[in-house]
Every structure is written in structure tokens, then in C-alpha cells.
């Protein structure tokens, strides 16, 4: 079996900022994936499978909803470390990651800012433990980038909703206990509500044919003529802002945990260019190979501190979403680019089960569109500077 030999690069010493709480934390998630999951996770990508048996760990080590409070089950942790367990998941696969940020952020975090007290004692406490799993229903199959124009709408029925329509590209979907279903009233205006696995008429097929995030579990939801109980609507806030919310604390746990996946990248890049010789030296001893490393670990050092300085802004709550957008959109794209440059650095063996760049690489492909694909991120961006919209245009 290969060994797990990952220690994380720290070129300006980011780690004197952290707590000790951090860094206990971070070191917890570490150990645990390294010991439970670096071992299987090649096994389970290769075969498409999302390993089941973590879920119960993975409650343990407080990747389920990290920031929720002990009141409701959650660990209580502060925003810092919620990115740290992300970035030490998606350090070994972003399927793993993805499967705790939809539980946490997307999952966890509507019931937990826009439920009923009987909704946060009925559900939170379950899904803080990985006992109950939980998926997140936003995007349809022809509205993706432009959810508010969404068809999927419930009717009042006097005594409970009548539920109809379908969402696609749901991570969790085919194993999920409840889904957070994000649909239109009759007058237009999108809610939030809980449908729970079992409703007659919701389904939830799982998507085959993924080259990318294979060990993550994705499907449909679909709903005919679903009664959902009015007491399962989410009254907090509606609009769609509440979604938009969710996905910040989804963008932000992305942002950690792809900056964790470029981390592991270079850390392995570097160690190989110091192992491997060609015509008589390490290849680390040629410039070209030095000159990819040192580009690594600039864009790494980068984003860690783009991306700590958001975690701070947020455990004050100031931090905006465009700021969350700038950073998820920043780290996966240097991750992209380190996991092809490491590849390179790794020759033949880089496009092996081996090493695990290229399952990084192809993983990174899901994270760059899923949570507002890149382009999406540079028009938040540009309308946050310029504060004009560039999302629509005349129809032609
Ligand atoms: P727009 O008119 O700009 O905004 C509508 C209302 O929402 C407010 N708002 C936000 N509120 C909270 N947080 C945010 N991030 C917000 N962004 C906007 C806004 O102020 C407005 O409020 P109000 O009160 O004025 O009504 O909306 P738009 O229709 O023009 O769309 C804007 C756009 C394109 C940025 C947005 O729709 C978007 O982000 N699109 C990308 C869709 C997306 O990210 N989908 C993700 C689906 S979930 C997923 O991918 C999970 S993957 C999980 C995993 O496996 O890890
Ligand atoms: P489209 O919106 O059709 O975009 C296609 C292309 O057009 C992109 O390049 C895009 O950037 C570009 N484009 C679109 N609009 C504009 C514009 N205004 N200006 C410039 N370019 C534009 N969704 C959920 O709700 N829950 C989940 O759990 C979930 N999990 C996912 C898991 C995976 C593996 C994947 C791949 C997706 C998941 N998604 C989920 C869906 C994801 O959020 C969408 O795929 C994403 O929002 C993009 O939508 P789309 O695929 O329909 O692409």
C-alpha cells in the first residue's frame, strides 16, 4: 500500500497566525484522512463509488457543519478552521470535500440561518453526526449559471405543498436522507424546503459517465406531484438571496479545500524533483524544473493568504461575497494550474493511479464550473468593481 507522506508547504510561515485550536483541528483532519482514506480513495475513484463507510468519521473529525453550534450538535468552530477541515479533505480528493460542504454549508447551514427551532432539533443534530445526509437541489437542467430563472414550484394546497420539477447535478443526491429543495410559490418567488427521502413522487437517479469527482456521489431530484408538509418550508427568507447565501459558505469552504488539493500537488512535485534523475542529476537540479516549482509555491503562498484574511473577514462577518467569489475562483484556478504543472514534473508517472495529480486535475474540472463556474466568478468580480451587472444581454 502507498504511504501517505503529505506535510503541507508554509513558505511565509502562515501557521504563526493560526490558534492553537486551528492548527489541533487541522492536524485531527489530517491524521484522520491520512490513516481512513488516503489508502481506499484511488479504489473508490476508479470504480465510481463514494465510500460510505467515512461518513461516520467524518462527523467525528467536525467536517459536518464545523461552525454549527453544540446546541445543535455541531462542534462550534470558528470559520478558520471549518476552511482548514475542508482544505485537509480536498488535499486528498475534492469528492470527499464536496460531499462535507454540501452537508455543512448547503445543507446544515439553511436549516441552521433559515429554520424553525423544531426544523434546526429535528435535522441538525442527525446531520452534524453524518446519521442523516443531506443534498442541495438549486440547479435544473436548463438553468445552471441562472438559477433564478428555475421552472421547479409548489402550490398551496391548503394543508401542505404540492411539489413539481427537477433539479440535475446533485451532489449526495442518490444516498441523501433529506434534500434542500429550492423552488418557485405561485407567485414567483423562490423558498427554501426540506423534502425527505421517501415523499411519493421524489426520486433521486443517480448520473453515471462522470471522468471527474468519481468517488463523489451525483444525481437527479425529481418531484411529481410531491405533498410536502408546510411545517418542512423554510420561513426564514426567501428570494434568491437565500440560496445565493448558502453558496457563499459553500464558495468559501471550496476556496480552502482547492487551495488544499494545489498544496498537495507541489508537495509531491517537490519531493519527486528531488528523487527522480535523468542524464545524472534530480530533475529538481534543472532550471525549468525549478522554475515550476517556485511559480507553485508563489501561488500557493498567495491564495493562503487571500484566503486566511477572507476567513478572518468572515469569523467577523464582513467578509462580502464578492470577496468569496475572488478567492473560490483565484484558488481553483492556481490549483488547476499546479496539479498540470506537477503532472508534468512527473513524467510518465504523473498520469498514474500513483500519484494523485491527475484524479486532482480532473477532479478541479467540476470545481471550476460547480458553485458559479469561473467566468461567472470574473463577472461578480467586475460588477463588484464597476458596480454594473454583466450578466445578461439584449437577447439576440
Ligand atoms: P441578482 O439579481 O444579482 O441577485 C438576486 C438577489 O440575490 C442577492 N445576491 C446574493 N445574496 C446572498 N449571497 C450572494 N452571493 C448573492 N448574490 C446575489 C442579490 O442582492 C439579489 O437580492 P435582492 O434582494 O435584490 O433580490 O441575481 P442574478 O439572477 O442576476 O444572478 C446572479 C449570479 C449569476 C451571480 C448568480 O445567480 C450566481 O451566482 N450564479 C451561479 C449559480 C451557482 O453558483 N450555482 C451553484 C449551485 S450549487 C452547487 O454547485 C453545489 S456543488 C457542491 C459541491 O459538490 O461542493
Ligand atoms: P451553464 O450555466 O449552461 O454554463 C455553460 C457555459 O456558459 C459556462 O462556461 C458558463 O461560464 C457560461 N456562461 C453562462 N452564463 C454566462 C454569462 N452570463 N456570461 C458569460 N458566460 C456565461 N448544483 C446544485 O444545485 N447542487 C449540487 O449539489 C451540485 N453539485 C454539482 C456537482 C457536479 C459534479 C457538477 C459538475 C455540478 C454540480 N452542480 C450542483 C451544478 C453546478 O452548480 C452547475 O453545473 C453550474 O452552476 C453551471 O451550470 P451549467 O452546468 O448549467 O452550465
Excluded at 462527523?59 to 471549518?82: K, R, T, V
Excluded at 442541495?136 to 421552472?151: A, K, R, V
Aim: charged fraction near 25%; glycine fraction near 10%; hydrophobic fraction near 40%.
Amino acid at each position: 500500500m502507498k504511504s501517505d507522506l503529505y506535510s503541507h508547504p508554509d513558505y511565509l510561515l502562515m501557521d504563526e497566525l493560526l490558534t492553537d485550536e486551528q492548527k489541533l483541528v487541522r492536524d485531527a483532519a489530517r491524521a484522520w484522512v491520512k490513516k481512513e482514506v488516503s489508502p481506499i480513495i484511488d479504489e473508490h475513484y476508479e470504480k465510481a463509488t463514494f465510500p460510505m463507510h467515512l461518513l461516520k468519521g467524518l462527523g467525528e473529525i467536525g467536517a459536518f457543519g464545523p461552525y454549527i453550534p453544540e446546541e445543535y450538535g455541531g462542534p462550534g468552530l470558528d470559520q478558520i478552521s471549518y476552511g482548514l477541515i475542508m482544505q485537509e479533505l480536498e488535499r486528498c480528493d475534492s469528492g470527499l470535500r464536496s460531499t462535507a460542504s454540501v452537508q455543512s454549508s448547503l445543507v446544515m447551514y439553511p436549516i441552521w440561518k433559515y429554520g424553525t427551532e423544531e426544523q434546526k432539533q429535528k435535522y441538525l443534530p442527525k446531520l452534524a453526526t453524518g446519521e442523516m445526509m443531506g443534498c442541495f437541489g438549486l440547479t435544473e437542467p436548463d438553468h445552471g449559471s441562472d438559477p433564478g430563472s428555475m421552472i421547479t414550484n409548489f402550490k398551496d394546497m391548503g394543508d401542505h405543498y404540492l411539489l413539481n420539477g427537477a433539479k440535475m447535478w446533485i451532489s449526495n443526491a442518490p444516498f441523501a436522507d433529506i434534500a434542500v429543495v429550492w423552488a418557485k410559490d405561485e407567485t414567483g418567488r423562490i423558498h427554501g424546503l426540506v423534502v425527505e427521502r421517501g415523499m411519493e413522487g421524489f426520486s433521486t437517479p443517480e448520473m453515471h459517465g462522470k471522468l471527474s469527482l468519481r468517488a463523489s456521489s451525483t444525481g437527479e431530484l425529481i418531484f411529481v406531484n410531491v405533498k410536502v408538509p408546510k411545517e418542512n418550508l423554510l420561513p426564514g427568507r426567501s428570494g434568491l438571496g437565500a440560496p445565493l447565501s448558502c453558496l457563499d459558505s459553500a464558495r468559501f469552504g471550496i476556496a480552502w479545500g482547492a487551495l488544499g488539493a494545489a498544496m498537495d500537488c507541489y508537495d509531491q512535485a517537490l519531493r519527486y524533483s528531488k528523487e527522480r534523475t535523468q542524464f545524472g542529476v534530480p530533475i529538481g537540479a534543472f532550471q525549468l524544473t525549478q522554475k515550476k516549482l517556485a511559480e507553485m509555491i508563489t501561488e500557493i503562498t498567495k491564495a493562503q493568504f487571500i484566503t486566511l484574511r477572507v476567513g478572518e473577514l468572515r469569523n467577523e462577518g464582513r467578509a462580502t461575497s464578492s470577496m468569496i467569489s475572488m478567492i473560490k475562483r483565484n484558488n481553483v484556478e492556481i490549483a488547476l494550474n499546479i496539479a498540470r504543472e506537477a503532472r508534468q514534473i512527473h513524467g510518465g508517472m504523473g498520469i498514474t493511479s500513483e500519484y494523485s495529480m491527475m484524479r486532482h486535475m480532473a477532479n478541479l474540472e467540476s470545481v471550476v464550473t460547480y458553485e458559479g463556474t469561473h467566468d461567472i466568478h470574473l463577472l461578480i468580480t467586475g460588477m463588484d468593481v464597476t458596480g454594473i451587472p454583466a450578466f445578461t444581454r439584449e437577447k439576440p
